[in-house]
């Protein structure tokens, strides 16, 4: 297991077997991956490389744009650790938000529904090429991921 999460038991880790594995054993596999967070049996090996590339790399990408919007708020005349505390803070909370309840585009629409100024910021961000470069970075990843 090479995910950072994992030790605390926050890793997701899909995983494939062969028809010939019985009940117990897709049992006994599930209940090893659960002792590093979520677990999924998936169809074909080859998605494997894509589940690499979204979730093994955690912190990674999500560090990334919380990195974009400290940078976006320091260079407002925001203090960097005031900017850091808001932003960690407003990941945490994003996190546990979507671990329960709502799908993603479920929520994202709610805030383009509600019409505050987190829908004119997603609806700048929707018409933005951000999304294309988004799967970009994560078929990079998942090419990589095959390559090694």
Known sequence: ???PAAAQALAYSPWVARTA????DRQLVTQLFEAC??????AE????DHFTA???????????FAEAMINHATAQ???PE???RAIRQLFLASGQMLAE?????????GMVDYAGTTAAGLEAMRASPLAELISAGLTAAAQKAREI
């Open 77 to 79: 005349g925001i203090p």
């Open 37 to 42: 967070g979520a677990t999924d049996e998936i």
């Open 101 to 109: 309840g709502a799908s993603a585009a479920e929520h994202v629409q």
């Open 54 to 64: 979204m979730t093994g790399p955690v912190p990674g990408f999500v560090a990334f």
């Open 45 to 48: 090996e080859p998605l494997l």
């Open 1 to 3: 297991m090479s995910s």
């Open 82 to 84: 005031i900017a850091d």
């Open 21 to 24: 594995v019985d009940r117990a």
